[in-house]
Nanobody, 127 residues
Framework: QVQLVESGGGLVQAGGSLRLSCAAS??????????MGWFRQAPGKEREFVVS????????YYADSVKGRFTISRDNAKNTLYLQMNSLKPEDTAVYYC??????????????????WGKGTLVTVSS
């Protein structure tokens, strides 16, 4: 069974920063074999793509709304995915989900698809 556990969410003022982490585990789950991504869902809205990263970490894909402010990274030795969020805006308020996909990072950015999902961590940005 695969587990993706997000952490690092919280309340922050506009302009502030947060760093999210996603710890992946599973007896048959090889972290480095999966493209990883972050998605978010704001209250009353559909889930949207935020960013994805390739298996090696060499390629990344960002939603236009977060380009230049968010940075995704991964540590395959630690089975952990990160999302550094800077210059946060109230419109970034959402539950942030970690996702793993057997497909490519580019495909994740287009199809919004994933094989495994975390339960999410809440990020609230106050104005």
């Amino acid at each position: 069974q695969v587990q993706l556990v997000e952490s690092g969410g919280g309340l922050v003022q506009a302009g502030g920063s947060l760093r999210l982490s996603c710890a992946a585990s599973g007896r048959t789950f090889t972290f480095s074999n999966y493209a990883m991504g972050w998605f978010r869902q704001a209250p009353g809205k559909e889930r949207e793509f935020v960013v994805s990263i390739s298996r090696s970490g060499g390629s990344t894909y960002y939603a236009d709304s977060v380009k230049g402010r968010f940075t995704i990274s991964r540590d395959n030795a630690k089975n952990t995915l990160y999302l550094q969020m800077n210059s946060l805006k109230p419109e970034d308020t959402a539950v942030y989900y970690c996702a793993a996909a057997r497909t490519t990072a580019q495909a994740m950015s287009v199809t919004y698809g994933a094989d495994y999902w975390g339960k999410g961590t809440l990020v609230t940005v106050s104005s």
